[in-house]
């Protein structure tokens, strides 16, 4: 299951790359939410390989309405992450392929094809970068900390993403927004960011990132302290050293 969710991300991300310095057609699924034919195209060369292997597994994927998590096992996929990054030539998006087994994450690859990153784990088995073990940071306290956050699309979530960093910003080092949610969450599991937070996320954006964070040797939260799970929209994300810092600042904030 992990060499088929590999196999689908990178066969995924060659197309994505192929077709990045090319012209985009652009549509609106919906407020502030676009797609691409290539988020379409993409998807069509996952499901392809998933359904083809393993046809009796449920699938749920961002650009498929539909889909539902089952009570065995269910692929939760994001074809391209980061899709406004990509219509802009923002270099910075992912190919998010995640396996759930009874609603827990059991497999999870996230894929950057412009740099060649491919991030992969397996429950129990512990996380990797390209083949090597990936290690969240040791940073120890939230003012040494990079900190990494996610716009929402609708106007009251960003009010209330905007509260939160003024009361982040000036207890961290500093903040960063990436524009792929996928890869924000998989920076923490690398030790790239200390932390990373979201207040509106879709089980394809966090299926596979949060599983290699805990892989990792991170911690993955709701806002209100207890474990996450991938159908949850708010998620505080840490190496664990600077958990309970970060998650106040994230319920003192309005």
């Known amino acids: ?57 449920a699938i749920l994927s961002e650009e498929t309405s539909g889909g539902e998590i089952d009570e065995g096992y269910t692929w939760v996929i994001d074809p ?18 995640a396996l759930l087994q009874r609603g827990r994450p059991l497999v999870g690859v996230v894929y950057d094809p412009m740099r060649g990153h491919l991030f992969a784990g397996e429950r129990g ?41 003024q009361r982040v910003a000036p207890l961290s080092h500093t903040v960063r927004a990436l524009g792929s949610a996928a890869l924000g969450l998989t920076y923490v599991a690398a030790g790239w960011l200390d932390g990373y937070f979201h207040l509106a996320l879709h089980p394809w954006d966090a299926a596979a990132a949060v599983l290699l964070i805990t892989e990792a040797g991170g911690c993955c939260t ?15 994300a840490t190496n664990g050293r600077i958990h309970e810092a970060l998650l106040h600042a994230m319920q003192e904030a309005p």
């Open 222 to 236: 709701s806002f209100d302290g207890k474990p996450f799970d991938v159908s949850t929209a708010r998620c505080v």
């Open 125 to 165: 088995s512990g996380a990797t970068l390209n083949d090597q073990p990936l290690q969240v940071s040791t940073i120890p306290q939230l003012p040494e900390g990079l900190i990494g956050f996610d716009w929402a699309r609708d106007e009251e979530k960003r009010k209330q993403v905007l509260s939160r960093l």
């Open 1 to 57: 299951m992990l060499q088929t969710a590999v196999e689908a991300a990178r066969r995924a991300g060659q197309l994505i790359a192929e077709r990045y310095p090319t012209h985009r057609n652009v549509s609106r699924k919906g407020y502030r939410d676009l797609v691409t034919e290539t988020d379409l195209a993409a998807e069509h060369v996952i499901l392809n390989l998933i359904q083809d292997r393993f046809p009796e597994h």
């Open 80 to 97: 391209l992450d980061g899709t406004s990054n990509y219509t802009h030539r923002v270099p910075i998006f992912s190919v998010s392929v």
